[in-house]
């Protein structure tokens, strides 16, 4: 069975300041693991996936995620917020003998604070 | 505009009534999902279709719910007799069959049951 955990249902930075949202999973086959954002009134939006090619996935807007096997975490970071960060953050994972149904954690909901 | 559309973006109707909602993929794209998401929740996932087949169902899918894709192009889900506890968020994502995965989601069907 798969899931997703989000250590945080909200996090509030500085702009300028890192951002560190946290993710653990749990997958009984070897997992596809990706990090999305919503903004408000608008679809979801692909961050960044891993798929086993590299532990360190680089994304867009800046955004990295590190996938650690031995903590079974994918936690999501950037080093400097933006105004335009602010929205809401979705951990999932999938497996690819299960029809990729995808897993959503929680979420997380960031707040930049100028 | 080729991503995923949804139609309608909005729909309110009265509790025993039914509902259709619409999602048209990504041309090239065989797997179609639905997922529903209410708030403060992550998406939870609904069914997904290759092609024409639908491959799996959730448990979240009562015998109220009933999803089609015919000829492996726009799919719809129908919920007969709607409920309060429907009201939520449906979306829809699209994907080539790859281990990995990745799902292009549309802006998704607000559903509010009076």
């Known amino acids: 069975a798969q899931s997703v955990t989000q250590l945080d249902s909200h996090v509030s930075v500085s702009e300028g300041t890192p951002v560190l949202l946290r993710c653990n999973y749990s997958s009984s086959y070897s997992p596809s693991l990706f990090w999305y954002v919503q903004h408000p009134n608008k679809g979801l939006q692909l961050l960044l996936k891993?798929?086993?090619?590299?532990?360190l996935v680089k994304g867009i807007n800046g955004f990295e995620a590190e996938f650690k096997k031995s903590e079974t975490s994918f936690h999501l970071t950037k080093p400097s917020a933006h105004m335009s960060d602010a929205a809401e953050y979705f951990c999932v994972v999938s497996q690819s003998n299960t029809g990729n149904q995808f897993y959503f954690g929680t979420g997380t909901s960031l707040t930049v604070i100028p | 505009d080729t991503g995923v559309s949804q139609d309608p973006r909005h729909k309110i109707t009265k509790r025993g009534q039914n509902v259709t909602f619409r999602c048209d993929p990504i041309?090239?794209?065989?797997?179609l999902y639905w997922y529903r998401q209410t708030l403060g929740q992550g998406p939870e996932f609904l069914t997904y279709f290759q092609n024409e087949a639908q491959l799996e169902k959730s448990r979240l899918l009562s015998d109220r719910f009933s999803a089609e894709r015919p000829k492996g192009s726009f799919s719809t889900l129908e919920i007969q007799r709607t409920e309060q506890g429907d009201s939520a968020m449906y979306l829809c994502?699209?994907?080539?069959?790859?281990?990995?995965?990745?799902?292009?989601f549309g802006p998704g069907t607000r559903l509010t049951v009076l």
């Open positions: 041309s090239e794209h065989n797997r």
């Open positions: 891993y798929t086993s090619a590299a532990t």
């Open positions: 994502a699209s994907s080539l069959i790859s281990p990995l995965g990745e799902q292009f």
